[in-house]
């Protein structure tokens, strides 16, 4: 059914308006385009009109029909926000990223774009994987609401997603000196980066005890220092996590053979049976055992 259509019944047009938000909430797209059809011209007063209009067409699968019900609603209402946040939607779900981050872009320049609004369709588009054009309206937001935090952490995802771990990790930390809860993710993507000395700067931060034992051990069996490595084995040990991470304690068991403490490394390998780590746990121990018979062998 069209959606132009006038009729002679034409009551009450905000009860069809009604009619037909409640036929397309309950599935029925277009029993609502039927709805609308009947409101006679009155109902262009309203721009629930055009989006109900908008949103039925493409149910129906006829995206070029939601858009020409948008586009008729901003010639009638061109100050509804919704009526452009919604065609602004509809460009990033027909894959049109260019043209959906250009117009955001030009909308937030003007300040007809809210901050909200821009980080929604920031994450619509990053969710697309228009991850350039996402990171452009982003960072323009960064710039236009400098005391905001909100951009820089969906720009910091931006880049993770990306593969640009340390544009976000320089982020992060940026949010972490506002809200310190950011430091442990900031020092994991300054490990991805391959900046061991940024990652412990930023673990040195984190505010849980816990989280921030596990990844220092983490950073420093990565760096190979393995004395500094086990010395955190106690507080590992308080906080439960060598008997429940089979990974944590591999690592701790590796840490504690480098440094010449066969016996202690075997005790913790006993048990492991993570398919993941199990081939390596033999070899480690099968590496002990000739130790004991050829000391010279070990670390």
């Known amino acids: 059914a069209a959606d132009t259509g006038d009729c002679a019944d034409a009551v009450d047009p905000l009860l069809r308006l009604s009619q037909a938000r409640a036929r397309l909430l309950g599935g029925d797209p277009a029993g609502a385009l039927a709805a609308l059809a009947q409101g006679g011209p009155a109902r262009d007063a309203w721009p629930g009109r055009f989006l109900v209009a908008a949103r039925a067409h493409e149910e129906l699968g006829d995206r070029d029909a939601a858009w020409a019900a948008l586009d008729r609603g901003l010639d009638r209402h061109p100050d509804s926000a919704e009526l452009w946040r919604q065609q602004l939607f509809l460009l990033v779900r027909m894959g049109l990223f260019v043209e959906a981050g250009d117009r955001a872009a030009d909308r937030a320049a003007a300040g007809a774009l809210g901050l909200d609004d821009t980080l929604v369709i920031g994450e619509a588009l990053r969710k697309a994987g228009a991850l350039d054009r996402a990171a452009a309206l982003l960072e323009a937001a960064r710039l236009r609401h400098p005391g905001a935090l909100a951009p820089t952490l969906r720009l910091a995802a931006v880049h993770k997603d990306a593969g640009r771990p340390l544009a976000a990790a320089r982020l992060l930390q940026e949010a ?19 900046r061991p000395a940024q990652a412990l700067y930023l673990n040195a931060q984190v505010l849980d005890p816990t989280e921030k034992a596990q990844q220092r051990f983490g950073l ?12 955190l084995a106690p507080r590992l040990e308080r906080a439960g996590l060598v008997q429940a991470d089979e990974s944590l304690r591999y690592g701790l068991a590796y840490a504690w053979f480098q440094v010449g403490e066969g016996a202690r490394a075997d005790a913790l390998l006993s048990g492991i049976a993570d398919p993941r780590i199990f081939s390596d746990a033999l070899a ?16």
């Open 176 to 194: 972490a000196a506002v809200e310190p809860k950011w430091a442990l993710a900031a020092a994991e993507l300054y490990r991805a980066a391959g």
């Open 220 to 231: 420093l069996l990565d760096q190979g220092d393995f004395e500094r490595a086990v010395a």
């Open 284 to 299: 480690l121990r099968a590496a002990i055992a000739r130790c004991q018979d050829q000391p010279e062998l070990c670390p």
